[in-house]
């Protein structure tokens, strides 16, 4: 194997010279467990922590590490790495932390393709689909609709649950597969490039863990049967970790995501709702809230049906959720401010008070 199979490119590299780091080995997290990191290189994996200074420096979560970074990196003992720097990192899916309000939570990084997975049988869930293509646009990752579990319902089932799908998310590929008789994942295997990193989100029990075993032919990851009285899945996935396929696709798997909460996804949300942002040009008033205002063109357009309500109603919650988050980041950081000059005021009293 070497590190061109694990997706590393001639941009980092570049940087990995120009930052004097060549003197240092060169590798991917694969996997992360309370701040300590299983790197695997071109033959080899390391047990790895980061350094004192990388700690120190960091002031926040996206500081460290992240499953799918690149890493430079000194072994110091057999099988046991320090990791001195964090390359730079070409995406970024991440999402709000959970009851932590305005704090993010990286989901991975350095991803190409995510396949949103959502199982036909249950809970599929069309506003979800949105909040994931959301974070997706926001991070610049090409998104691609997996439906599974097609063999528990109806062909003529399948088929008006695509077309509904496909009425309110346009110019996205939707699959449908069965982990159960396979159907489609040949298909799937087929568009999964060499060196290109692909990421599965969707919520526990939709088969994520299933549909990695079966891309890559071989039982990789533990997986639990649904419930039959409740219908919900549990977790079969713990943490994140990546795989590198026999096709020479790399996947990472992620835990089953029950809360998708928005960070700061301007972008994302106008390139989901990209129908409804470029109505919302023609509005009357140019600070319109597209909900009660005389001349709102996003209101006529969904009371004459032109918009989905559904889509519509999703827009305007992830919208309020977005600057929520945006607001709550904004207090922080005054809070932070406020608080680090109160530390200077202490640190420089009690020195004057010395004399």
Not at 80 to 102: D, F, N, S, W, Y
Not at 185 to 205: E, H, N
Not at 206 to 224: A, E, F
Not at 342 to 350: E, H, S, T
């Amino acid at each position: 194997m070497t590190l061109e199979d694990l997706g590393y490119s001639v941009d980092l590299e570049s940087y990995r010279k120009e930052q004097g780091l060549a003197s240092l080995g060169i590798g991917r997290v694969i996997s992360e467990h309370k701040e300590r990191y299983v790197v695997k290189t071109a033959d080899h994996e390391y047990d790895a922590e980061i350094i004192g200074s990388l700690r120190f420096l960091a002031q926040q979560r996206s500081d460290f590490p992240a499953v799918g970074d690149w890493v430079a990196m000194a072994e110091f003992d057999d099988n046991k790495a320090l990791i001195h720097a964090v390359l730079p990192r070409k995406t970024m899916i991440e999402r709000q932390a959970v009851g932590k309000q305005g704090e993010k939570q990286i989901i991975a990084t350095n991803i190409d393709f995510a396949f949103i997975v959502q199982a036909v049988d249950r809970d599929l869930n069309i506003n979800r689909m949105e909040r994931y293509l959301t974070i997706c646009n926001t991070s610049g990752v090409n998104p691609l609709i997996i439906l599974n579990k097609t063999d528990l319902i109806a062909d003529h089932e399948l088929t008006a649950l695509i077309a509904n799908v496909q009425s309110r998310i346009r110019q996205v590929p939707v699959l449908a597969i069965s982990n159960e008789t396979l159907s489609g994942i040949d298909v799937l295997k087929a568009q999964m490039l060499k060196g290109k990193t692909y990421c599965l989100l969707g919520s526990s029990g939709v088969g994520k863990s299933t549909l990695l075993n079966n891309l890559s032919g071989r039982q990789i990851m533990k997986t639990i049967a649904i419930s039959a009285s409740t219908h919900k899945g549990r977790h079969a996935t713990s943490h994140r970790e990546l795989f590198v396929l026999d096709s020479g696709g790399i996947l990472i798997d992620t835990p089953g995501m029950r809360e998708v909460g928005l960070t700061d996804a301007a972008t994302g949300l106008e390139m989901t709702f990209e129908n409804i942002v470029q109505l919302a040009r023609d509005c009357r008033f140019k600070d319109c809230t597209h909900t009660t205002e005389t001349g709102c063109a996003i209101v006529a357009a969904v009371e004459n049906g032109e918009i989905d309500q559904a889509s519509y109603e999703n827009y305007l919650k992830m919208a309020r959720e977005r600057e929520h988050f945006e607001s709550t980041t904004a207090e922080r950081r005054m809070k932070d401010k406020e608080f680090g000059k109160m530390i200077k005021n202490f640190k420089k009293n009690r020195k004057s008070n010395k004399y």
